[in-house]
């Protein structure tokens, strides 16, 4: 079956750090790919997605590129602010007819001044 | 935004109680679905429904039912509620892309269930 693997967190960093949250997967044939980020106090909400190997998607100054060679979807921003402070969320969706994504455990990002 | 909302958003309740948590969208999405969310667990999948009086159980279905009599309404039930079942609880909605299944999914603000 699909499944997500993310790096645990929490990831601590300073304002204006480089971050990457790592994620990889695995899953048949062509997924499409997501992150979604958690503020504190609400739901989920679309960060990214990436629906074909080499895609990019990117969104704030998030960054994500589908690779199919390492079956990666590593999450980067080279600055991030406090207000990045959040869990986020790496997902697939398996390709063909599929109704139930499969999420990661999602990663704490704590953000210092 | 997509027009989700989920009531109530706080409850707490005492074991053996019957629960009863309402999703509503305005978007006429076909696929809905509830989850829970656990420290360590991450999200895990309760019960989904793929259209009115469609659904079907996810991996962590025991002890939750659900129904869906309208496009815009799902509701989620703890027929006997547990301490095992304190947790947030959220709903999604997902349009979908004929046969490729579905996409990007849309989140309500979520329910928090404290049970004594």
């Known amino acids: 079956g699909n499944s997500v693997t993310q790096m645990e967190g929490p990831v601590t960093l300073s304002e204006e750090a480089f971050l990457t949250i790592n994620c990889t997967y695995t899953?048949?044939?062509?997924?499409?790919l997501f992150w979604y980020v958690q503020y504190p106090g609400e739901g989920l909400q679309l960060l990214l997605k990436?629906?074909?190997?080499?895609d990019k998607g990117s969104n704030k100054g998030f960054e994500a590129t589908y690779r199919k060679e390492t079956t990666s979807f590593h999450l980067e921003k080279g600055s991030v602010q406090v207000s990045d402070s959040a869990v986020y969320f790496c997902?697939?969706?398996?390709?063909?007819?599929?109704?139930?994504?499969?999420f990661g455990r999602g990663t704490s990002l704590i953000v210092h001044p | 935004d997509a027009g989700i909302t989920q009531s109530p958003r706080h409850k707490v309740t005492e074991t053996g109680t019957p629960v009863t948590l309402r999703c509503h969208q305005t978007?006429?999405?076909?696929?809905m679905y509830w989850y829970r969310q656990d420290p360590g667990h991450g999200l895990r999948l309760i019960h989904y429904?793929?259209?009115?009086?469609?659904?079907d159980k996810g991996e962590v279905s025991d002890g939750y039912s659900v129904s869906r009599s309208k496009t815009e309404d799902f509701l989620l039930t703890l027929e006997s509620a547990t301490s095992s079942q304190t947790s947030v609880y959220f709903c999604?909605?997902?349009?979908?892309?004929?046969?490729?299944?579905?996409?990007?999914?849309?989140f309500g603000p979520g329910t928090r269930l404290l049970v004594l």
């Open positions: 999604a909605i997902s349009q979908e892309l004929g046969l490729a299944g579905v996409e990007t999914q849309y």
């Open positions: 899953a048949t044939g062509y997924p499409s």
């Open positions: 990436a629906t074909k190997a080499d």
């Open positions: 997902a697939l969706k398996g390709s063909g007819g599929s109704y139930i994504p499969t």
């Open positions: 978007e006429n999405h076909r696929y």
């Open positions: 429904s793929y259209g009115v009086k469609d659904t």
